[in-house]
């Protein structure tokens, strides 16, 4: 008859309950893994099959209870890293969200709002489109997969334990959060500076014209403009997005000492 002790049970499941806690962190806050589009169910079984493929090759869990107090401490360490790997790549997607808007607003479509799948809050219509280009954007380079790959290394530059990110660690993260406006001002800037000259031209005309509807001939002009903008400056988008992309996976690879 086989008997095991507590210890043992404790280690069994800790080796398998600490890192699925970190997948799963990183999933419910990650973009396109925390998406409204995909279920809770789906997340669940995406960290479980991580999990399952991760355990046996990273190394292994400290034998503690995971019901006490050390244990509740791993697994506060483990929910911290986990968030911050996906607040970081958040981040990048949210630059591309707040540009949409900036460029929205200054094409007097601020008003236009729908639901953005990510988030699952009303932001501009353009600010969708931007955020749709920057989704597929994201997938096309692979992004998700060397998330998944980043991941993966910090069980070996950090592996489970009660020791995990620093307060300098956290002050990097938060001090990252400025990248977010820097990179929408770089995204939005070139439309921007194009609809303050067309509103210029407008004030001009309207003062050497007064009986001139500004009203009905500013908006359809100035949205017109706006589309036009964007269509000649979404090119660039997709260098901003991977330069942006790009800088959010190197303060990941920095902060948990990972390769690459």
């Given at each position: 008859?086989?008997?095991?002790?507590?210890?043992q049970?404790?280690?069994?499941?800790?080796?398998?309950?600490?890192?699925f806690?970190?997948?799963?962190?990183?999933?419910?806050?990650?973009?396109?893994?925390?998406?409204?589009?995909?279920?809770?169910?789906?997340?669940?079984?995406?960290?479980?099959?991580?999990?399952?493929?991760?355990?046996?090759?990273?190394?292994?869990?400290?034998?503690?209870?995971?019901?006490?107090?050390?244990?509740?401490?791993?697994?506060?360490?483990?929910?911290?890293?986990?968030?911050?790997?996906?607040?970081?790549?958040?981040?990048?997607?949210?630059?591309?969200?707040?540009?949409?808007?900036?460029?929205?607003?200054?094409?007097?479509?601020?008003?236009?709002?729908?639901?953005?799948p990510?988030?699952?809050?009303?932001?501009?219509?353009i600010?969708?489109?931007?955020?749709?280009?920057?989704?597929?954007?994201?997938?096309?380079?692979?992004?998700?997969?060397?998330?998944?790959?980043?991941?993966?290394?910090?069980?070996?530059?950090?592996?489970?334990?009660?020791?995990?990110?620093s307060?300098?660690?956290?002050?990097?993260?938060?001090?990252?959060?400025?990248?977010?406006?820097?990179?929408?001002?770089?995204?939005?800037?070139?439309?921007?500076?194009?609809?303050?000259?067309?509103?210029?031209?407008?004030?001009?005309?309207?003062?050497?014209?007064?009986?001139?509807?500004?009203?009905?001939?500013?908006?359809p002009?100035?949205?017109?403009v706006?589309?036009?903008?964007?269509?000649?400056?979404?090119?660039?988008?997709?260098?901003?997005?991977?330069?942006?992309?790009?800088?959010?996976?190197?303060?990941?690879?920095r902060?948990?000492?990972?390769?690459?």
């Amino acid at each position: 008859m086989l008997t095991f002790t507590s210890a043992q049970i404790a280690g069994w499941v800790g080796s398998a309950l600490w890192p699925f806690v970190r997948i799963g962190a990183m999933l419910a806050v990650a973009p396109i893994f925390a998406g409204r589009m995909v279920s809770a169910r789906i997340r669940i079984i995406l960290a479980l099959a991580l999990t399952w493929v991760l355990v046996p090759v990273i190394p292994p869990a400290p034998a503690v209870d995971p019901l006490s107090a050390e244990g509740l401490l791993i697994t506060v360490q483990q929910v911290a890293i986990g968030v911050a790997m996906g607040f970081v790549v958040q981040l990048v997607f949210g630059a591309v969200v707040i540009a949409g808007q900036s460029i929205a607003v200054g094409m007097g479509l601020g008003f236009s709002a729908v639901v953005d799948p990510q988030s699952g809050v009303q932001v501009p219509v353009i600010s969708q489109f931007y955020s749709i280009t920057a989704t597929l954007l994201f997938l096309a380079l692979d992004g998700h997969l060397l998330l998944i790959q980043i991941l993966a290394a910090t069980f070996h530059s950090l592996p489970v334990g009660p020791i995990g990110l620093s307060r300098a660690d956290l002050w990097h993260l938060a001090g990252w959060g400025t990248q977010m406006f820097a990179g929408a001002i770089a995204i939005a800037l070139p439309a921007l500076l194009s609809l303050i000259l067309v509103n210029l031209a407008f004030g001009m005309v309207t003062k050497a014209a007064p009986q001139m509807n500004i009203f009905a001939v500013g908006f359809p002009v100035t949205i017109l403009v706006g589309f036009v903008l964007i269509l000649v400056t979404l090119p660039a988008l997709g260098d901003q997005f991977q330069a942006l992309a790009g800088a959010a996976f190197e303060l990941l690879a920095r902060l948990f000492g990972v390769g690459g």
